[in-house]
């Protein structure tokens, strides 16, 4: 939106100039949702816990230090959500679309955690949508902008899985890119999704993981700077490292308010949106095997549940003490600000290593 009344008025106001470069405007988008979310944040926190009463619902088979937290609000993902479109909206080049395709899986995936949060609050249970039904439209809105994607690259790169460190390696897909991009985005929504289990452990990393890919889109959608770092060149997607900044801003934003001890919760409405929001990101640029690099740790996590799970119904024992692998940790005495902190370094460290990709090839 601001975009555009930059470049009607740069010519009277030259100043509106910076308005046409995207690093200004992923700067703004990051400040902009940031205040939206320290501003709006509490009155949202005080409308959701009149709503919601006794709050997210405990496990009872949970770690004892998390009965402490009853009574905190969920659907914090909501404040995050604003700050995210609105600025992205008033910020991006919206003739780009994928800053459409990924704001589309956002929103998509933001309201099926909603209303999987609200299932879980009004039933006062831990059980939400059934895991297929949950599923099942998570992969129709990620085959959607997967089908998106492809038509609106070049064939036959549009429809290829690009290989990091070989600058020649690409294999198309076909028509079983949809599948495969689809398959990405849903894994890393609920990835994030799994991690959401202590104050500020998924938020963090999200935003780490969002600055990184905000690199990533800049630099593959800048012919000048792809060419000379040899990475694949993908018109178009420079414009979704300014929804990644706006992600960070509302990133910080929540922090304030998600810092131990949590007033709010971002639960399924926010870990899905930003997991969704950083797979399509990946899939957008063709960066889906760096993904599992630099969101590493939603990976770990996630691996953790599948072992557990195999694990128990073919042997009938559990390889963790309870899984996702963060509430391992908390079961062998680690403290809550012990894990954390600890997984955001592992974040920092594997964001640098997926970035490090870039250059080696």
């Known amino acids: 939106m601001l975009y555009y009344l930059g470049q009607e008025l740069s010519?009277?106001?030259?100043?509106?100039?910076?308005?046409r470069y995207i690093t200004f405007r992923t700067a703004a988008a990051l400040v902009t949702s940031a205040l939206i979310v320290f501003l709006f944040g509490p009155m949202i926190i005080?409308?959701?816990?009149?709503?919601?009463?006794?709050?997210?619902?405990?496990?009872?088979d949970g770690p004892q230090t998390h009965f402490q937290k009853a009574g905190t609000p969920t659907m914090g993902g909501l404040?995050?959500?604003?700050?995210?479109?609105?600025?992205?909206?008033?910020?991006?080049?919206?003739?780009?679309?994928?800053?459409?395709?990924?704001?589309?899986?956002?929103?998509?995936?933001?309201?099926?955690g909603f209303y999987d949060d609200y299932l879980k609050v009004s039933r006062a249970s831990h059980k939400g949508i059934s895991g297929a039904g949950r599923l099942a439209l998570e992969f129709i809105i990620a085959g959607a902008a997967c089908v998106v994607i492809m038509n609106a690259g070049t064939a036959p790169f549009s429809s290829s899985l690009a290989f990091p460190f070989f600058k020649d390696l690409v294999i198309d897909?076909?028509?079983?890119?949809?599948?495969?991009?689809?398959?990405?985005?849903?894994?890393?929504?609920?990835?994030?999704?799994?991690?959401?289990?202590?104050?500020?452990?998924?938020?963090?990393?999200?935003?780490?993981?969002?600055?990184?890919?905000?690199?990533?889109?800049?630099?593959s959608g800048n012919a000048i700077f792809a060419n000379y770092l040899q990475i694949h060149f993908v018109q178009g997607t420079g414009e979704?490292?300014?929804?990644?900044?706006?992600?960070i801003g509302a990133g910080l934003g929540f922090l304030w308010f998600n810092a131990p001890p949590a007033a709010i919760f971002m639960g399924d409405t926010?870990?899905?949106?930003?997991?969704?929001?950083?797979?399509?990101?990946?899939?957008?640029?063709?960066h889906e095997i760096v993904l599992?690099?630099?969101?590493?740790?939603?990976?770990?996590?996630?691996?953790?549940?599948?072992?557990?799970?195999?694990?128990?119904?073919?042997?009938?024992?559990?390889?963790?003490?309870?899984?996702?692998?963060?509430?391992?940790?908390?079961?062998?005495?680690?403290?809550?600000?012990?894990i954390v902190i600890r997984f955001w370094i592992i974040a920092v460290m594997l964001a640098l290593i997926g970035l490090s990709t870039l250059k080696l090839r």
């Open 240 to 247: 979704v490292a300014v929804i990644c900044g706006a992600i």
């Open 292 to 338: 599992a690099i630099i969101g590493g740790l939603f990976v770990m996590e996630a691996l953790s549940v599948i072992i557990q799970v195999a694990s128990f119904q073919l042997t009938g024992k559990r390889v963790f003490k309870m899984a996702p692998i963060h509430h391992h940790f908390e079961k062998q005495g680690w403290t809550e600000s012990q």
């Open 46 to 60: 005080r409308a959701l816990k009149v709503r919601q009463g006794k709050g997210q619902p405990i496990r009872a």
């Open 270 to 286: 926010g870990s899905l949106a930003l997991g969704g929001m950083i797979g399509a990101t990946a899939v957008a640029t063709k």
């Open 79 to 112: 404040m995050i959500l604003c700050g995210v479109v609105i600025s992205s909206l008033m910020w991006a080049n919206l003739s780009s679309i994928y800053v459409w395709v990924v704001l589309m899986v956002t929103v998509g995936f933001g309201l099926i």
């Open 173 to 219: 897909l076909g028509i079983f890119f949809v599948a495969f991009g689809a398959f990405v985005i849903v894994g890393a929504g609920n990835a994030v999704n799994l991690t959401d289990g202590l104050d500020g452990l998924a938020i963090v990393p999200v935003m780490i993981a969002a600055a990184s890919f905000g690199v990533i889109a800049y630099l």
């Open 11 to 19: 010519a009277d106001i030259s100043a509106l100039n910076l308005f």
